[in-house]
């Protein structure tokens, strides 16, 4: 066990223990804190939120009924996370079958270069703009539109807060891993957000500039 | 920190592939100081990075995914339900 882990919540290992011997009405307190994390995590992977409720939810009585192979120098939350994203898998595959086994499922890693396709200068966010429904649909467009694989560290690390190494054993993937994909994320989300790229949430009269250098 | 001079310069290419090490902290004291060096004088990276880092704001504020309504009264009633069953 890595020294940075956290120090244990004794009120939650103590309800474990509880639940482990029988008291099973306790689960829902002990989940209480992280119904947003489980979504987020299957959201990442099936990226809409009706089929993310329901692997969500499959989830947390999936985990209250192996709670007795939650090994105690786990982290409780990573857990639960791990849960969520093979629950959401399992829809996804079993949703491919017999359609076609395509895309981002697997193997082929893209480390091939992303590049910024939109150089606009967006030094300020107009907070007048953060309050806009049209910014939240935005971003919330912009997540559904990356592939999983780069879905999920962006809502397990930017989202969620997980660190890289947290993000790399929830996924099952290499460190490195995480940060190849974190950056593609983040660019392309950065692309798909940046004002002026196709003007849907400019507040006002534009204030950016296209800066183009090359 | 080295001053500028004595800083080998890298590239807007190196500077965009290390661009979200940056952001975490994950690159060493020499490689951020050349790509401090290089995104002061350069507009492109720093609308790159300026942006990336906006994106993040946005992201990290948790309105990005939230709950849908009812979730949690949802999974309280089968919750219930699956722990009576038994
Ligand atoms: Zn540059």
């Known amino acids: 066990m890595s020294v940075t882990a956290t120090i244990p919540n004794s009120r939650e290992t103590d309800l474990i223990a509880r639940i482990k011997a029988g008291d099973r009405a306790l689960f829902y ?18 990226g809409n939120p009706t089929d993310a409720e329901d692997a969500a939810q499959e989830a947390f009585l999936k985990a209250l009924t192996h709670i007795g192979q939650f090994r105690a120098e786990a982290k409780f939350s ?22 076609y086994s395509s895309m981002d499922e697997g193997a082929q890693d893209d480390e091939g270069e992303y590049f910024p396709i939109d150089y606009a200068d967006w030094r300020e ?27 999920e560290v962006l809502v397990l690390r930017d989202i969620e807060h997980l660190n890289i190494a947290e993000t790399a054993e929830a996924l099952g993937i290499t460190e490195a891993a995480v940060k190849t994909r974190l950056l593609r994320a ?16 400019s507040v006002g009269t534009p204030t950016y500039k296209k800066i183009r250098p090359f | 920190m ?22 975490d902290g994950e690159i060493d004291a020499n490689l951020r100081a050349r790509m401090e060096a290089h995104v002061r004088g350069c507009k492109h990276c720093s609308a790159i990075l300026d942006g990336t880092n906006n ?16 979730f949690s009264e949802r999974l309280r009633l089968r919750l219930a339900a699956h722990i009576n069953h038994k």
């Open chain 1, 29 to 46: 307190e002990l989940i209480q804190p992280y119904q947003r994390s489980v979504y987020a995590a299957a959201f990442s992977v099936l």
């Open chain 1, 78 to 99: 990573t857990w639960l996370v791990q849960i969520a994203l093979n629950e959401a898998r399992l829809r996804i595959r079993k949703e491919r079958k017999g359609l």
């Open chain 1, 125 to 151: 966010i107009p907070s007048e703009a953060l309050q806009r429904k049209e910014l939240k649909e935005a971003l919330q467009r912009a997540v559904q539109s990356l592939k999983p694989k780069y879905r």
């Open chain 1, 186 to 201: 983040r660019l392309m989300m950065r692309d798909a957000l940046a004002p002026g790229f196709d003007g849907s949430w």
């Open chain 2, 2 to 23: 080295p001053d500028d001079h004595s800083i080998l310069e890298i590239d807007c290419e190196h500077v965009i592939l290390q661009i979200s090490n940056y952001i």
């Open chain 2, 55 to 70: 994106t993040l704001r946005l992201l990290a504020d948790g309105k990005t995914l939230e709950l849908p309504p009812g």
